[in-house]
């Protein structure tokens, strides 16, 4: 029973270059959400999407690009990274009780 | 704006000593407090969630209690395993189900 599968757990990016991280749940949960955790600051919600084909801001979206995919696939995407998107990011899902992911350390430099 | 607020931000417990951590919050209409447990490294892992005041619930040497205002997670005779960051957080009115998060309690259980 894997839960939520995030991908990769570790990168290192330039400044201006592009990524996306991949989140997977195999929970049939409707809602996912993307999170960053940085020292601090807590966890802060990116976007979330409520059920496939939706998809909706959250705290601190600006940056930031993601798709639902299906039901299972969650990705986040950044367009061009720069240092401040520095910090944990973690996917989760829920029906009313979120699951995690363990999460993506991102560095830019 | 929803708020969450937890204190102390660190605590040093030997082991067996019983404490408390308190999460305090501000929400338009209280959808359910949740409390979740993070090791270094890791993403959180669900502990409790509380609906109304006077709930409560318990898991092992792990409390949790609601009031109209905060809730607390007591722990009764903690040992080194139960170290960890706790977080709690409420369910975010603007953002469908998505939780507003604390800043965590830092817990360190020495032998």
């Known amino acids: 029973n894997a839960g939520v599968t995030q991908t990769p757990k570790f990168q290192v990016l330039k400044t201006g270059q592009s990524m996306t991280l991949q989140c997977a749940q195999d929970m049939n949960h409707n809602s996912m959400y993307w999170y960053r955790q940085d020292p601090g600051m807590g966890l802060r919600l990116i976007y979330y999407?409520?059920?496939?084909?939706?998809?909706d801001k959250g705290e601190v979206p600006n940056g930031y690009n993601v798709s639902r995919l299906n039901k299972r696939e969650f990705s986040l995407r950044l367009e061009s990274a720069a240092p401040s998107q520095t910090s944990v990011y973690f996917c989760a899902s829920s029906d009313r009780v979120e699951t995690f992911g363990s999460g993506t350390r991102l560095t830019v430099v | 704006e929803d708020q969450v607020t937890q204190s102390p931000e660190a605590l040093r417990l030997q082991e067996g000593e019983s404490s408390s951590l308190n999460c305090s919050y501000t929400?338009?209409?209280?959808?359910?407090l949740f409390w979740y447990r993070q090791d270094p490294g890791k993403g959180p892992e669900f502990l409790f969630t509380?609906?109304?005041a006077g709930e409560e619930k318990e898991k092992e040497r792990l409390k949790a209690t609601l009031t109209k205002k905060e809730s607390f997670l007591h722990i009764t005779a903690p040992k080194p395993e139960d170290s960890a960051t706790y977080l709690c957080a409420v369910h975010n009115s603007n953002s469908g189900y998505a939780l507003n998060f604390g800043k965590g309690t830092s817990l360190l259980v020495t032998p």
């Open positions: 999407s409520a059920s496939e084909g939706t998809t």
């Open positions: 509380l609906y109304s």
């Open positions: 929400v338009s209409g209280l959808r359910g």
